[in-house]
Nanobody, 119 residues
């Protein structure tokens, strides 16, 4: 089993910053990709940013230039630095990892962390 534990969510005013962290633990052989998704009530979960094991990144157009995804491979941790936050960034943010365990490739989700941007 692989677990993802997220931290760093909270409330911030427009224009502020937050940094999310997600640490993977458990039966990990290799982590292929790690990423952040977000979801608001009544809407589908959407990709925010993703990073591969080699460090290649991809971002949703709505966050390009404001959000930065990075990783610490030694600690199996991914980060999302969110700057210039807008009210429309308010959502539950979920971490996801595609992990090769000792047995199989698993897609694993974290429990989610709330980000609220409001004045």
């Amino acid at each position: 089993q692989v677990q993802l534990v997220e931290s760093g969510g909270g409330s911030v005013q427009p224009g502020g910053s937050l940094r999310l962290s997600c640490e993977a633990s458990g039966d990990i052989f290799v982590i292929n990709n790690m990423g952040w998704y977000r979801q608001v009530p009544g809407k589908q979960r959407e990709l925010v940013a993703i990073i591969t094991a080699t460090g290649s990144t991809n971002y949703a157009d709505s966050v390009k230039g404001r959000f930065t995804i990075s990783q610490d491979n030694a600690k199996d941790t991914v980060f999302l630095q969110m700057n210039s936050l807008k009210p429309e960034d308010t959502a539950i943010y979920y971490c996801r990892a595609d992990v090769y365990t000792s047995k199989e490739l698993q897609g694993v989700w974290g429990q989610g962390t709330q980000v609220t941007v409001s004045s």
